[in-house]
């Protein structure tokens, strides 16, 4: 029965390939209508399910499009260099940061920064990403923030928050603050890569461990107000009550008594005993006539 069957699937296959002229033969057209039984009993015994790995169905050759036709080779390389991912380039001022410092999101950020800090040294480094002091700069700053771990350095992008910058007055770059605990601000000062010492001054001067009395203060309430009627900003700040004076207390029912000082000025009396000058000398005149 097997064998029957593997002879109809061949004949099929004849039958196809004379109709479908895109698949190809086993058989030379030489020999398509003169082959001798010979040959015919040959492709029958290969298409036996005995001696083949096709089970007896035919056998189709197909053409393999998964290779690339001659003028597709440039599509391909296209299309499997638009698949790669490429990785973000990195800014300069994304460089070389360390733990201990970050870029500032917004107002409300450097205020909680602030507040939140202690009394650890914080230092706000203003700079613009077209600065080339500022560039020239970055590199140093890092490298003083890693030798100082326990100093917090926030950096503040010009070009994002100029409203902000116009707020608290920085108007030159880079430009740099230094705030401690209840201290608020300590000093602030531009320096560039050839003064660079004046920013190591002052680290080292403000770096100590200080502890401050009261709370945390960060920026002037005169800073914090600017920035809160600054219309660009999202930020909202309630100034702090102002202390009122103590009432004067009225003293009622004591008698009105001079100060000591006005009775001291007083002229004392002369005492009627005393005799004048001349009444002296008449005295002595007389005396000496004896």
Same mark, same amino acid.
């Given at each position: %029965? ?17 109709? =479908?002229k ?17 040959? /015919? ?43 790669l ?5 990195? /800014? @300069? @001022? ?20 602030? @507040? ?6 914080v ?22 923030? !890693? %030798? ?8 503040? =992008?010009?070009?994002e ?5 116009y707020?608290? =007055?920085?108007?030159?770059?880079p430009?740099? /603050? ?6 608020? *601000? ?23 461990? *200080? ?8 920026? !002037? ?10 219309k ?11 202390? %009122? ?5 009225? !003293?009622?029912?004591?008698? !009105? ?34």
């Amino acid at each position: %029965m097997a064998e029957l069957l593997s002879k109809a699937n061949l004949f099929s296959y004849f039958n196809q390939d004379q109709h =479908n002229k895109s698949s190809i033969s086993v058989f030379p057209k030489s020999c398509a209508g003169s082959c001798s039984m010979k040959l /015919r009993s040959q492709a029958l015994r290969l298409s036996s399910p005995l001696t083949s790995d096709f089970h007896g169905h035919g056998v189709v050759f197909q053409e393999n499009k998964a290779i690339p036709k001659r003028g597709s080779s440039s599509k391909f390389s296209i299309s499997a260099q638009t698949g790669l991912r490429i990785g973000k380039a990195q /800014r @300069w @001022w994304e460089k070389g940061l360390q733990p201990n410092m970050r870029e500032v999101a917004s107002a409300q950020d450097l205020v909680e920064s602030l @507040w939140h800090a202690g009394d650890k040294l914080v230092v706000v480094d203003f700079f613009s990403p077209g600065c080339g002091g500022c560039k020239a700069l970055h590199p140093k700053i890092c490298q003083l923030a !890693e %030798m100082n771990p326990d100093v917090q350095f926030l950096q503040v =992008n010009y070009e994002e928050h100029k409203s902000m910058c116009y707020s608290l =007055n920085v108007h030159v770059l880079p430009f740099f /603050r230094f705030y401690r605990g209840a201290h608020g *601000r300590l000093c602030s000062f531009s320096c560039t890569n050839a003064t660079i010492k004046k920013f190591k001054d002052a680290l080292a001067k403000h770096t100590p461990d *200080r502890c401050g009395l009261g709370p945390t203060k960060g920026l !002037e309430e005169k800073e914090l107000l600017a920035l809160a009627a600054n219309k660009d900003l999202s930020f909202n700040y309630t100034p702090k009550p102002q202390p %009122m004076p103590a009432p004067a207390v009225e !003293e009622v029912g004591l008698a !009105e008594v001079p100060p000591p000082h006005s009775i001291l000025n007083l002229p004392l009396p002369l005492p009627s005993t005393l005799k004048s000058t001349q009444e002296i000398e008449d005295k002595t005149l007389v005396s000496a006539g004896r």
